[in-house]
């Protein structure tokens, strides 16, 4: 069963910062491409930035120039880093493999407003 914890979100202004992380089970993280997801209300999750256990990462338009995703193996963490944010973003952040399994973690909640 995949386990995945992510944290790190929070409250930010239009323009602010956050990073998020994503601790995933040994078993999956050096196996399987890992993605970071949001979804608001009412809305289908969508992907927003994913990495190989190569390393090599993809950035979806909406984020790209803005959002950075990186990991740490031997913490087997995956990481967003969230810049220059827009209200838009507001959203739950969840982190899961791609393609995304049914099991989901709890996420976590960004919400950008002044």
């Known amino acids: 069963q995949v386990q995945l914890e992510e944290s790190g979100g929070g409250t930010v202004q239009p323009g602010g910062s956050l990073r998020l992380s994503c601790a995933a089970s040994?078993?999956?993280?050096?196996?399987?491409?890992m993605g970071w997801y949001r979804q608001t209300p009412g809305n289908q999750r969508e992907q927003v930035a994913g990495?190989?256990?190569?390393?090599?990462?993809r950035i979806a338009d909406s984020v790209k120039g803005r959002f950075t995703i990186s990991k740490d193996n031997a913490k087997h963490t995956v990481y967003l880093q969230l810049t220059s944010l827009k209200p838009e973003d507001t959203a739950v952040y969840y982190c899961?493999?791609?393609?995304?399994?049914?099991?989901w973690g709890q996420g976590t909640q960004v919400t950008v407003f002044s």
């Open positions: 990495i190989t256990p190569g390393g090599n990462t």
């Open positions: 040994a078993s999956i993280f050096s196996t399987y491409a």
């Open positions: 899961n493999t791609i393609p995304a399994r049914d099991a």
